[in-house]
């Protein structure tokens, strides 16, 4: 009996295509890195054995060092053992390139390259030049020791390639979450990484519990349910057992529907917040008063300052972040969030150290406060005690805003309406875009609504500043905005 052959799903080959069918303008890869995030039994792996043959065969780099990596070694000779397998099937691309299949590696003999798994101890593998990293399973590490010390292993090759196949998985402080975020930030257009070509099949976000057991939506997290009989034969008895057992239900949603385990939802609908890109001129605005607020959540990253005017029943809104430079340094390494670009774009001050230089945020503030006619400014007392001191010393009328829902819940409402109705201008902003599009909101016994910092998926400070800022009006006129929120038009 003839074994059988390893034949890709046009879904695949798609990302194949995307993958190696485009090149930057040097003739070199453009996609540098790539994500194909699955659910369970799609064929990830194989994938992933598919790319090392095509860059060990094919792009012909002398002394190329293949890598496939996990967090356990099993994991990590998954791939090579099907990439061998493909190799002794295919005695035609043996000939052809001269490779040799070995037990432990393939070599390339013309090349000298070689694709071998790897130890998962991240303290083992200093030493390695790697061409290709694949990194199965992203979601199953713990931490970031692996990544960091084979990216740092990386840096001396001219055309690398970091690919990165994982199902969901249950959260954990490792790579994955930053990683998921990083990546739907792109899909959605949140901001662009031309280096990185991301592939997610999941179901969506606003799918409900129902929709886990509707088998027309179940394509949207395996690809290969077209063309594999077997797998739909199997989801459908791991279906039946998750609605009839419902402790079975959530790893039914995370491994074969490719649903993150955490339940946290994103608050604001970006499609609609990006409706509201438009223009801010702050030389119009400086004649009209307006309010501010302060977030000073974190002296090692991100702070916020955001300047709300409402004007004729539109509301515009215009801000300032701050980043120590150690806190851009680490994102620009890791690649997670593009404070680099945001940086020379003029959306962030990059502040001198690991820490925030409050001084810097002192002097900008206090130059907005002689340009903008500013009513009331909202501030977090944490981390903020001194600075607050030091603005009001400059006569600035700041105002503690208590951190929890029955503060936040009005200006939630407002801003919903606001952003909702088409009624809210920001410019466009690309970082509070982000901010806006981390938010999760939790709900007391009363259903009042504040932001989540713990379940949002990233920094949310610009959000968090201008909803205080909300807070601040409605405080001012309440009774205006009990009548706007019972005439709103959604757009």
Known sequence: MEPAEYCLATRADIFLVQLFGFRDHEGGRRFTEALYNTARKNAKTTIAATIALVVLALEREIGAELVSAARTGDQARKALKIAHDMAERSPGLLEEFDIEVFAKHLVNNETRGVFKAINSKASTQDGLN?????????????????????????????????????????????????????????????????????????????????????????????????????????????????????????????????????????????????????????????????????????????????LLWLIEDRFYTWGRYWVPEDAAAQRTVRRSVPYAAWIAAGFIRQTPGDVTDYNVIEADILEDFGRFNISAVAYDPWNATQLANNLIGQGMPLQQFIQGPRSYNPAMKAFEMAYTSGRLNHGGNPVLTWNASNIVARRDVNMNLAPDRKRSAEKIDGMTALLMAFGLLVSENPAGFDHMLKNIVSV
């Open 130 to 306: 790697p061409n290709l990293v694949e990194l199965d399973e992203v979601h199953a590490h713990k931490d970031h020791d692996l990544m960091n010390v084979l990216r740092s292993a990386a840096g001396g090759r001219k055309n690398p390639l970091w690919l990165y196949t994982t199902t969901e998985g249950y959260e954990t402080p490792g790579p994955w979450p930053e990683l998921r975020s990083f990546s739907r930030s792109i899909l959605e257009g949140l901001f662009k990484a031309d280096h990185f070509l991301a592939c997610i099949w999941a179901m969506d976000d606003d799918d409900t519990d129902e929709d886990d057991f509707n088998e027309a939506k179940w394509i949207k997290a395996n690809p290969l349910l077209e063309v594999n009989p077997l797998l739909l034969r199997e989801l459908r008895k791991i279906a039946i057992n998750a609605r009839q057992m419902p402790g079975t239900h959530g790893e039914f949603r995370i491994k074969r529907l490719n649903r993150p385990a955490s339940s946290a939802q994103a608050w604001i609908s970006i499609p609609k917040f990006k409706r509201c890109s438009g223009p801010v001129d702050l030389e119009w605005l400086k004649d009209f008063p307006c309010v501010a607020a302060l977030d000073l959540a974190n002296t090692m990253d991100m702070n916020a300052w955001r």
